[in-house]
């Protein structure tokens, strides 16, 4: 016993005055809303770009007001040049990826409920973690100054593919200081990922509750650990590059550049580099990123879809053991998206099976979702919309990845708008779907009131139709060979699809305007929604458990122990159709 | 509203479906030997899709429709075989089917990459700069000039850094904006990247390559239909991408003889 | 009432092991990203060496001897335990020698630094700089990188032997343990990165 044991019981002290408080918080539920605001910014910002893309695209001559100012170079007179199109995608695609995908599900949802849903009083590292948050803030920031720096962002497309990226100024606008923000950016970034993993890690591993074994976690909080794992080792791999690549631009080396180039008619002073390194390192990197981006809404999603079914799934093992498969797959596959780029082409083939295995457990995951629905009770509200609606997307989004799989395929379908709307559908649209219904979900947890139910659906319903109205076409312009990464189609053969670009530009933009309707849901309920008990939906989880919003250390520093699986739902003899993870209830123990 | 989300996941997946199934998006014609095989395979790979997608999207509506807005107290049931079936299912049918298409793709695949051109196919050299094609042919010596970067002169049309005042071989060697082939003869086509990552496709050809700095690569192809067709870039590779194309010009023999004479003449 | 302190304590007693498992995992989740980076170095490596303009790296000497200072240091590290500790706490009688054996520690990794920058001295004295050549690239890269990280574990140790120095009562053994695994990992990354230097550049 003695004194010393009394402090350790808490991770830290309350907090106390405003900056300890708001600013440079050590609590994680604090830490994770922080995440979920840079996300909100970041999404909003992607999608202004977005936007200003796909105008561009149909009717290039558009002056957009005020464009001029914040690029004179870029945008004389309001009209966007070619290579800041380039920029804006570039932009736009970093962001996305790297500061929505990333942050919102994993970071924010994850800081928030990972360590109350294992019964803890914060993260293993709360110290860490507010460094980790502030680290990613650096990056955006960083990456941020490359739209005020004269020579605007980078147009080398969030890939950043060397010798392009490599070389510096002569490669064309933005490619002096915008890349070098881009990889310094990136690489804080990394650092800052890799330690939110690290802390995900321990915790999960080292401050699970009493009778809180692994298998009794929540599949959103296994989505969450698998993609810090996964984490752990991608942008372990993404930092030396670059710093790799930096010193390229910046010191003179060439590990990515060969001789003898001659760009802006200046033989470049490097030999020897490797364009295709900087490939193998990028997407050594890049594929798991996709499935970081999609685990934890695959996680959230069960975990939602379970408590609107009112019944467990047909197995949360199984989706488990999925979640751990596409996991360790998604480490073999990299090199299909470099299929064409002039690596062995055996071995294009040794990547593109495991790439395909990868249809199993995602086929298992769906297959296990459509079959829990049977029999279900279903609730429909927001959340369950969102939830359901993704599995709609996650379909549509992956079978297009089974045409790219193959090498052959795409021989003809690389860099075409089919890839496009592949990896919209199942990160832009599906993987968002899961942070949308997170959202609609936790919100009276984590403010103690309800988001506007009539402002969620029609929210749901414009998104829903939206996205499918602006991506699902993606597809059909790949099919007849639509190139990406084009500012307008100034040519013939692409004439006859401008109608179609136009109804997707539309599109676009209406969807887009829908999202307002989320984020005044968002602003007007934290104030002023209907107030929520603490299990508004009568869920199991020990979320459910505490206060709504909770104390700074979660259980009020009780330490709360868990008796069965979290998802005891139509429990025959209980009361009411559930009982609480941690209720000592007697439960029908379930076969798996 | 569950049962109006089911309605609208039906009419979302057929309306989705109808311009494959009406083929109103297809794709442009094959001028290739072996485009075919890549035809094919993508048209395999619809069906199994479309099945896959249009089944899933009807599967989810139809629970919806039955299990939500159930009366209160309605009996929960549990899917008949529950999570065995489905997980047998998915490694049995999904799995063999997809590595299925694996193993028959790699034909296709196989083609394209595996089978070494012919002796007597005709070869000529595709340069990809920032930003335009230009290919090169070896002239009546049959060989190709060094390419020397140091030498390259935009202004004087020397794209290649051809040095012709002291190397023979370049001097017979036809530069042309245009790639000009004769119909029905394999073209063994060198990829040289001059400053950075581009891209060759022709999408009637049924050929993608990128051209990496620093690498030697190499296609090679059968034209097998007179006309012009786009070449495009498609590796991003600076403000100029979007316009970086240039044209496959596939003639009969004749005409391609007597346009390799009149290039020659210049 | 007794038996709810008793359990409060035991409930304590399992929090502060949590916390001690949890700084044990950390610690090796960390030492294992790092190493993932330094493959992925060793990749690149491997992946440049295939060129025509990989040359041949003459090793300064002085990096022979700064890797026994390193090893060295580990050695003092864990003199350094055995002295502080019996079981988990610390022994007042031999403590301030303990921390002697720390503070030894931590002059060689200075050592250990102050012997990499000799041979970055050394190879610029020869005009071998980052650029150079490839070889020179990695050498530059790689050592710095180690170094850096070094540095890191530097901090840690100062860290380690204030919260010594100023008390010994709320010592936490497990802050020891992380700081001696971290510092062994580097002692370990190193000869790994002379092998690979001596071997390949």
Known sequence: MGEGSVQQAHVHAPPEGFIRKYVFSLDHKVIGKQYFALALVAVFTGMILSWLMRIHMVWPNTKFPGLELLSKVGAPGGIMTPEYYLSLLTMHGTLMVFFVLTNAPFAAFGNYFLPIQIGAEDMAFPRFNMMSFWTTFLAWFVLMLAFVIPDGPPIAGWTEYAPLSAVGKDAGPGMAWGASLWGLSIAIFCIASLLGALNFIATTLDLRAKGMTLMRMPICTWAWFITSCIALLAFAVLLPACILLILDRHAGTSFFIPGGLVISDRLQPHSGGSPLLWQHLFWFFGHPEVYIAILPSIGIVSHILINSMRKPLLSSKVIIYSMMSIGFLSYMVWGHHMFLSGMNPMSALAFSFPTLTITIPATVMTLIWLGSLYGANIQINSASLFALGFISMFVAGGVSGFFLAQPAIDIYLHATYFVVGHFHMVMGVASLFGVFAATYFWFPKMTGRFMNEGLGKLHFWITFVGTYCIFMPFHYLGLIGNVRRYQSFVDDYMAPYIPLHKFITISALITGAAQLIFLYNLIYSRFKGKLAPDNPWNATSLEWSIPSPPPWNNFGGKHPVVYHDPYQYGVKGSKGDFVMQDSPEQVIVSGD | ?266 | MISSIASTASVQARSSLGMDRASRSGIWVGIFAITMSFVAFTSALFVRQGTTDWGHLILPSVLYVNTVVLLFSSATFEISRRTLFTGQMIQPGTARRGIGWLMLTLVLGLAFCLGQYLAWQNLRAQGIYLATNPNSSFFYVLTSIHVLHLLAGIVALVRLIGCLIASHATFRRSLFDNTAIYWHFLGVLWVYLLLLCRLKL
């Open chain 2, 1 to 266: 509203m569950g049962k109006l989300f089911a309605v609208a996941l039906v009419i979302i997946a057929l309306v989705s479906a109808y311009p494959i199934l009406m083929n109103k998006y297809p794709l442009p014609e094959d001028i290739s030997t072996h485009g075919h095989q890549i035809d094919e395979q993508l048209h395999d790979t619809m069906i199994e899709a479309g099945i896959a997608f249009v089944g899933a999207q009807l599967v989810l509506a139809f629970f919806l429709f039955s299990y939500s807005g159930r009366k209160p107290g309605s009996r929960l049931k549990s899917f008949p075989g529950g999570a065995k079936v489905l997980v047998m299912f998915a490694f049995v049918i999904v799995g063999l089917e997809v590595l299925a298409l694996g193993v028959v793709g790699q034909k296709a695949w196989a083609t394209v990459y595996f089978t070494p051109p012919k002796a007597d196919a005709l070869e000529i050299q595709a340069q990809a700069e920032q930003f335009a094609f230009y290919f090169r042919y070896p002239g009546p010596d049959g060989k190709f000039g060094s390419i020397h970067p140091d030498k390259i002169d935009e202004g004087n049309q020397n794209y290649f850094g051809l040095d012709l005042a002291n190397d023979v071989e370049a001097r017979d060697d036809i530069v042309s904006g245009e790639l000009v082939v004769p119909v029905n003869r394999e073209i063994h086509m060198f990829l040289h990247g001059k400053d950075v990552g581009h891209s060759f496709y022709v999408r009637e050809l049924r050929i993608q390559q990128d051209f990496v700095p620093g690498l030697d690569l190499s296609v090679h192809f059968t034209p097998t239909k007179i006309g012009r067709y786009e070449i495009v870039c498609t590796q991003l590779c600076g403000l100029g991408h979007y316009n970086m194309k240039a044209y496959l010009n596939v003639m009969s023999l004749t005409d391609f003889e007597k346009w390799l004479k009149d290039q020659s003449a210049q």
